[in-house]
């Protein structure tokens, strides 16, 4: 006796074709999702990075002034040479911009005063300190440069051996608040608020936060996605984003 086999029923054939295709459709549409959310991507980045290089080379100071203006009034110092440097920052996308004041001292050296440098332990300005502060403040000051030392190893200019530890004690420094004898000199954020309404730049930021295309961005848009080839397109790039509308 042989065995017959039967061939699945037409219904199932059809259901089975249907099921694949109808994956074939999908596998297809995260692909172009992919590819498009990329593209958009992409097209934001080129945006922050022209905002990026507009702020550092045109409108520094506008910037500066909205978030502190007494800051401000360091870039026309001209003994100072003080200059704002932005950068990205952020673990998601897309990042957020943060700033940074440099000062150049034409290679004289810049002199920070503060508590911890000049008072040390064993002299009377340091009993007169911890009088005037309370046992409780003076006594936070110094668990806390224990905890900071424990925690960085390098917080002070006698841990200083090598170039390596000298920037990173710079860098510490720098992040360190002045009432703990630092510079209080930090990469701090910025918001929308902080750019002008009247340019472009701003424009570009809301898009960021709100994916929202303005109409005058519209206009502006392939002219600033449009990869310089020389010079002067760059610079008219540059002056497009902070040109006042």
């Known amino acids: 006796m042989y065995s017959t086999m039967r061939s699945p029923p037409l219904a199932a054939r059809y259901g089975s074709r249907k099921t694949k295709q109808r994956a074939l459709r999908e596998r297809a549409v995260k692909i172009i999702q992919k590819m498009w959310w990329t593209f958009i991507r992409k097209r934001l980045f080129k945006l922050l990075k022209q905002t990026i290089r507009a702020a550092e080379h045109c409108i520094s100071y506008e910037v500066l002034k909205r978030v502190s203006p007494l800051e401000a009034e360091l870039l ?55 009088r005037l502060m309370g046992y409780r403040k003076y006594y936070n000051q110094i668990l806390q440069d224990e905890l900071d030392y424990k925690k960085y190893g390098i917080t002070d200019e006698i841990d200083v051996a090598t170039i390596k ?44 936060q709100s994916g929202t295309l303005s109409h005058r961005l519209k206009e502006e848009l392939p002219f600033l996605l449009l990869k310089p080839q020389n010079e002067e397109t760059y610079r008219a790039q540059l002056l497009a984003v902070c040109r006042i509308r």
């Open 165 to 208: 530890d000298y920037m990173q004690y710079i860098s510490h420094l720098d992040e360190t608040p002045a009432y703990f004898g630092g510079r209080h000199n930090y990469w701090r954020k910025l918001t929308l608020e902080d750019f002008p309404r009247t340019m472009i730049v701003y424009d570009i930021m809301d898009y960021a």
């Open 76 to 130: 026309k110092e001209p003994t100072l040479l003080c200059r704002v440097r932005f950068r990205f920052a952020g673990s998601d996308f897309p990042p957020f911009i943060v700033f940074k004041i440099f000062c150049n001292s034409r290679g004289h050296g810049s002199l920070y005063i503060s508590g911890k440098s000049v008072i040390t332990s064993t002299s009377e300005a340091a009993v007169d300190a911890c």
